[in-house]
């Protein structure tokens, strides 16, 4: 190894770490969120760090998956029949986008306004409050969400809040609002924003240290079972591929498949 790499991977290794302790919780995050396996969210930030970072040609890029999409991950789901057409239709949607970035189609994002954009993104991040507060408070009827308006269970966006306020978990609460100093107290510190561990990382990390005390100290209101996230566990390499579920082009033909991918490829482009 020549000399003149060195003090470039002395750079890189410690980012590399950072980006990676905030992409792990991050990429299980979104997963849960958007209604797959956590396994799927894991391989889209493995996907997105090694395809996207070596053929992007910027230094600077972090490429997984992106909460902007949830929702709309949401509805091609219910949209499918199943995830392994989700998932061809994700495919799909990569093809799309490789082409229009070899076409230089980069330009036509200026024919949007800004405003629609930002009112995309704006949209996007108000259901995902709306729709996180009882996660917040400690109902989780549903573990994995739902993004629609009108629920499964009869209940709509806001009544689902007003029926979470019947069941507060005060271990919640108290992580809730402990994270939330964290997030916003970091970025306004200067002592703690030259610190290497970003805010959401120490969000993280303070939630699950915060929960293991409970768990010791206060077992009333310690979090457990619907309230964490979930890993399966797997003896080898090999039950991990079985598990993984595969992207079905039988039904390439389908419309649906080409709308869920036209809509991924569009929306994600101009979020980026």
């Known amino acids: 190894m020549s000399h003149k790499s060195n003090p470039v991977l002395k750079k890189d290794i410690p980012a590399a770490i950072s980006v990676f302790l ?13 209604g797959v396996d956590p396994i799927s969210g894991l391989i889209a ?13 910027s230094h600077t890029s972090v490429a997984g998956p992106a909460a902007g999409l949830i929702a709309i991950v949401l509805a091609a789901l219910a949209d499918l029949a199943t995830p392994e057409l989700f998932f061809a239709a994700v495919a799909l949607s990569g093809i799309l986008q ?7 189609a980069g330009g036509i994002a200026y024919y949007f306004p800004n405003a629609v954009i930002r009112g995309l993104l704006a949209a996007i991040g108000i259901i995902l409050i709306l729709k996180e507060i009882p996660h917040a408070i400690g109902y989780d009827s549903d573990p994995e969400g739902e993004m629609a308006f009108v629920q499964p269970d009869g209940d709509n966006t806001f009544t689902g809040i007003w029926h979470a306020l019947e069941r507060i ?15 916003i107290l ?10 290497p561990v970003p805010a959401p990382l120490a969000a993280v ?13 206060a077992p009333g209101i310690y979090l457990s079972g619907v309230h964490l996230v979930e890993l399966p566990a797997f003896d080898s390499l090999t039950g991990l591929f079985d598990s993984l ?15 869920v991918a036209v809509t991924l490829a569009v929306v994600a482009s101009l979020e980026t």
């Open 205 to 217: 990390l303070a939630g699950v240290v915060i929960n293991l005390l409970f768990k010791e100290l």
């Open 245 to 259: 579920k595969r992207a079905d082009f039988s039904g390439i033909n389908d419309p649906a498949v080409w709308r």
């Open 22 to 34: 905030v992409a792990v919780p991050l990429c299980l995050g979104i997963a849960v969120g958007s």
């Open 45 to 57: 930030g493995i996907v997105g760090g090694l395809v996207v970072g070596s053929l992007s040609g």
């Open 98 to 104: 490789v082409g229009l970035g070899l076409i230089r």
């Open 186 to 195: 970091w970025n306004r510190s200067k002592r703690l924003k030259s610190l």
């Open 169 to 183: 978990e005060l271990g919640a609460i108290i992580i809730t609002l402990l994270c939330l100093a964290i997030l």
